[in-house]
């Protein structure tokens, strides 16, 4: 724990530094995030433990001493395969009830510091970007209570192209925030402004126009996401599903299943009432269909018998040509522009729903991959005690030293397997149960195998019998038949 917890501390140095954030403030995060790093500590802990133990027992000749009193390594290690259940309910619960606690937690302590002291997402004598607002703040000085007044603010807004236009200078400013309010409201006194005007025509272009006015007040509302997105960088949009337990994440799952079933329906059937595909056709009328049959029949027999040529009255007249043929050239040309335009608008929609309906879905498999790991990690405690233990019992070596570097190469494959196959779930490239329960599956069969192998008093790998089974395979290609 002490270890990841310096890895967190690495990873949001950025965003504690130099934000005047006190040390009660910032030893809260990081204690709210210590049940979080449980799913990364715990199945280590219980890998290196189970090395450690089991092999320091096999240094020391315990385990000789137990085959020779008639204990067998199943039974030395019942105990303690008791004890590892028990743990794995203790760790689902753990799961269920107490990170979901957590995650809530950091979600609120971040917006009450959004909220009371959002001058921690300003830092002094640079620019602060805030991407969702479309502006960067910088400040000379912060001072007085939560660092709520400011000197020296310059604020570049920038247009939908990502084009500073406007330009905001003030001597003095105020954050003003409550926390019954998701609104930031920053009171700019005594201050220039200043905005390029964008005209439509090429004319108005060349005279490059603009605004300026000097304000003595000026008052700019901010949307409190916007630093919370800032303070640490992170969509909390997607950390919700953390914040659910087993009932409600499967809860859940249906609602988003639902709801991403019916847009897929209803788009699919906006896009073909535009495209005009698959219209309905209107029933039959059985009798007139067999009324205009026996005419035809009756007129095809008359010809035949009269030698008249044969003339069908019908309303219906089949066409086999091309239908834009019909058209004369100049509506030719209007027809295929009408239907490229429509082609090209119908792409453009589809395009932007697809975006849409990713990010539903990625949600969605968010949804199931959290469910899911609450069960693999409890279970991923049992099979890694069943890799560690008879893996220490075949190497023979306790201390540090070795057991340690294994331990470390088999958690990083475990835990590699498991990014990986997590990213690629998200991205509905695999399914999300799978991806939160593949990392586990493969330590499955690693576990049985040491554990027949070590019962059986055998060490990881006999290299001697292997040459001499490659050895016999080439001795028998190379030999000649014998022949009679």
């Known amino acids: 724990m002490f270890i990841f917890i310096f890895q967190t501390i690495w990873l949001f140095i950025d965003d504690f530094a130099g934000k005047g954030l006190d040390l009660v403030i910032i030893g809260k995060f990081f204690f709210y995030m210590m049940p979080n790093l449980t799913e990364k500590v715990l199945p280590l802990t219980v890998l290196l433990s189970s090395i450690l133990t089991f092999g320091t027992f096999a240094e020391n000749y315990e385990f000789a001493a137990m085959k020779a009193s008639g204990i067998s390594l199943q039974r030395s290690m019942l105990s303690l395969i008791i004890f590892m259940v028990i743990l794995g309910g203790v760790t689902f619960y753990f799961a269920n009830s107490v990170i979901p606690a957590s995650e809530q937690k950091i979600y609120n302590m971040r917006r009450n510091i959004a909220k009371v002291k959002p001058a921690v997402a300003i830092a002094e004598g640079v620019f602060s970007d805030f991407e969702g607002a479309d502006m960067n703040i910088k400040v000379e000085k912060k001072f007085g209570e939560n660092d709520r007044f400011l000197e020296n603010v310059i604020i570049h807004k920038k247009t939908k192209t990502n084009v500073n236009n406007t330009v905001i200078k003030a001597q003095t400013g105020e954050l003003k925030s409550s926390e019954k309010s998701d609104i930031l409201q920053l009171v700019l006194k005594d201050g220039h402004y200043y905005e390029d005007v964008v005209k439509k025509k090429s004319e108005g272009k060349r005279k490059y126009p603009f605004a300026k006015a000097e304000f003595e007040t000026y008052v700019m509302n901010i ?49 073909s009432n535009r495209i005009g595909a698959f219209v309905p056709l209107q029933p039959m009328d059985t009798n007139l269909h067999k009324s205009r049959v026996k005419n035809i029949a009756d007129t095809v027999a008359l010809s035949k018998t009269e030698g008249i040529p044969e003339t069908v009255n019908d309303s219906v007249t089949m066409y086999s040509g091309d239908i834009i043929d019909l058209f004369q050239s100049w509506q030719k040309v209007q027809l295929i522009n009408t239907a490229k335009n429509n082609a090209s608008n119908i792409l453009t929609s589809v395009q932007g729903k697809k975006k849409e309906l990713q990010k539903r879905y990625e949600i969605y498999n968010r949804h199931i991959l959290s469910l899911h790991k609450k069960y693999a990690l409890a279970l991923s405690c049992i099979i890694l005690f069943f890799v560690g233990a008879p893996l220490g019992a075949i190497i023979r070596k306790g201390g540090i030293g070795l057991p340690m570097v294994i331990a470390i190469m088999l958690f990083l494959v475990y835990y590699f397997i498991g990014v990986f196959a997590d990213n690629y779930a998200k991205k509905n490239e695999i399914h999300p149960i799978l991806g939160a329960w593949l990392s586990t599956m493969i330590m499955l069969p690693l576990s049985v195998w040491l554990t027949k192998r070590a019962t059986a008093d055998k060490g990881l790998m006999n290299f001697a019998s292997v040459l001499d089974r490659i050895k016999d395979f080439f001795k028998k290609k190379t030999s000649k038949p014998s022949t009679s």
């Not at 499967?250 to 906006?270: A, G, M, Q, Y």
């Open 223 to 271: 949307d409190l996401s916007e630093f919370n997105n800032v303070d640490l960088e992170e969509d909390l949009n997607t950390t919700t599903d953390k914040m659910k337990n087993v009932s409600r994440l499967i809860k859940d799952i249906d609602s988003l299943e639902e709801n991403n079933l019916r847009i897929v329906r209803s788009f699919s059937k906006s896009i």
